[in-house]
């Protein structure tokens, strides 16, 4: 099993970027996916989550209005745009997948391997 995390970068605050996370050897389209986030020095967090269908979504406070996360199944990838970034957004961006039917926040079983997002004031 694989995820790849792409599309992080340096960005002013206000600014937007859509991360990527391509994957493989997984069941997709039975996956939960998920991203999740560690700034430096804090503990990972959980940003969002979306059902197999796509149909159901799940953020964390900090982030609702601005972050939408997205999968095509066709392609067993998904995304996260991320709008209004603001400095406390930096962190490394991780995806993440767990075989079940609830989006949790934590007991997911692959992930990848991070990608950075630095936003500036």
């Known amino acids: 099993v694989q995820l790849q995390a792409s599309g992080g970068g340096l960005v002013q605050a206000g600014g937007s970027l859509r991360l990527s996370c391509a994957t493989s050897g997984l069941t997709f389209s039975i996956s939960i996916m998920a991203w999740f986030r560690q700034a430096s020095g804090k503990e990972r967090e959980f940003v969002s989550g979306i059902s197999w269908s796509g149909g159901t979504t799940r953020y964390a406070d900090s982030v609702k209005g601005r972050f939408t996360i997205s999968r095509d199944n066709a392609k067993n990838a998904v995304y996260l745009q991320m709008n209004s970034l603001k400095p406390e957004d930096t962190a490394i961006y991780y995806c993440?997948?767990?075989?079940?039917?609830?989006?949790?926040?934590?007991?997911?079983?692959?992930w990848g391997q991070g990608t950075l997002v630095t936003v500036s004031s």
């Open positions: 993440a997948s767990r075989l079940a039917v609830d989006i949790a926040t934590s007991g997911y079983n692959y």
